[in-house]
């Protein structure tokens, strides 16, 4: 195998699977329809930067990944009648985004491996399916997973489910609408927000090798005294992240300094990683084209800062076995070249050009 991947390079694909089941995504998507290839795919959007500004002898590309036209983050016109709630929970409780992550996996298997896999894509549950083609290229014990990310990632429906029906019932100002069906008895499902939960219960991934960094959404240690069953199951998934050895970074831990990630970056001792970038870590701060919003991430400088530093990994001898970019909003992104416009393609491809590409 040693022989088969000294000199391996970037291949990119794409692939725009978009469930999102929040209703303003619904109400963006039935408003601003169009095209469904290429215009709702940020693979092209972000492939027009690497075309004009790389080499095309340092890497290659494999195109988009095809997804039905109801369920990409623009879908056309034709396509409105079936963007609807229902259609979007019945996909997730399905395990549809499960589907996709496999069809991720057997993509990367059969049209990339043994080079290096790069997705730029929307829902972050396919990065379950790119890492898996790896773990079974490479071995488990042999690479770990860095997840830069405002969001965990690694809680269960029923997890998720609890700590709302919490919320409504003791939080005057909660968001949440009790009459919303959806809200309750839904299936575990793997989802965006529950992939690193099954990886890690399928044992794809040793916790010790695994690393969230820019986390905004784990708990307060107040919280963490509540005595209620119904969001104790929900702070009881970050606590045995933490406790089974899982490197979690907050946004807040970030702030202390630039030595902060540096010294956790340097207690990586496998030989292989894989990268995975949610472009939320930016969110209302250095851009505004991803999903969710919730959380205001950290600013354009502290995510190249962040970049240099998974950089400097792999020039000291960490080969970098896949990497990714994913949960982007093209309904909102822009191309900017300045900072009064969004700059999320722009900064995507940057974080590209310094992880791929030695400068």
Not at 47 to 71: A, D, K, L, T, Y
Not at 175 to 191: A, G, K, M, Q, T
Request: hydrophobic share 35%.
């Amino acid at each position: 195998m040693t022989g088969k991947i000294l000199n391996r390079h970037p291949i990119f694909f794409g692939c725009p699977l978009d469930p999102d089941e929040r209703d303003e995504s619904l109400q963006e998507k039935t408003c601003l329809t169009g095209p469904a290839q290429p215009g709702g795919d940020p693979y092209y959007a972000v492939m027009q930067f690497v075309h004009n500004e790389i080499g095309g002898h340092f890497w290659e590309e494999r195109g988009s990944i095809e997804v039905p036209p109801w369920i990409r983050p623009i879908p056309p016109v034709s396509m409105q009648r079936d963007v609807l709630l229902e259609n979007i929970v019945r996909f997730i409780d399905g395990d549809g985004c499960l589907d996709f992550a496999q069809l991720v996996s057997r993509f990367i298997e059969e049209c990339i491996l043994p080079e290096i896999p790069c997705m730029i894509a929307v829902d972050h549950s396919l990065t379950g399916g790119s890492f898996a083609s790896l773990v079974g290229f490479y071995k488990p014990d042999d690479i770990s997973l860095i997840v830069v990310d405002s969001h965990v990632d690694a809680l269960p429906t029923g997890a998720m489910s609890e700590a709302i029906e919490f919320d409504m019932a003791t939080n005057p100002n909660s968001v949440y609408d009790p009459s919303d069906p959806f809200l309750r008895n839904r299936p575990d499902s793997y989802n965006a927000s529950s992939f690193i939960y099954y990886l890690l219960e399928e044992g794809l991934i040793d916790p010790r090798n695994l690393y969230l960094v820019g986390v905004s959404d784990y708990p307060p240690k107040k919280a963490f005294r509540i005595k209620d069953g119904r969001i104790k199951h929900y702070l009881d998934c970050y606590s045995s992240l933490k406790r089974n050895g899982v490197k979690i970074l907050t946004k807040k831990d970030l702030s202390l300094g630039p030595t902060t990630l540096t010294n956790v970056i340097r207690r990586i001792s496998t030989p292989y990683v894989y990268i995975s970038i949610d472009m939320d870590i930016g969110a209302r701060n250095a851009l505004n084209g991803v999903r969710f919003l919730n959380h205001q991430g950290i600013n354009e400088n502290q995510i190249y800062r962040i970049a240099l530093n998974l950089r400097e990994l792999i020039d000291r001898g960490v080969r970098l076995a896949g990497m990714d970019l994913m949960e982007f909003n093209p309904r909102r992104a822009g191309y900017g070249e300045t900072q009064g416009d969004d700059r999320t393609y722009r900064i995507a491809f940057n974080l590209i050009k310094t992880i791929c590409f030695k400068q």
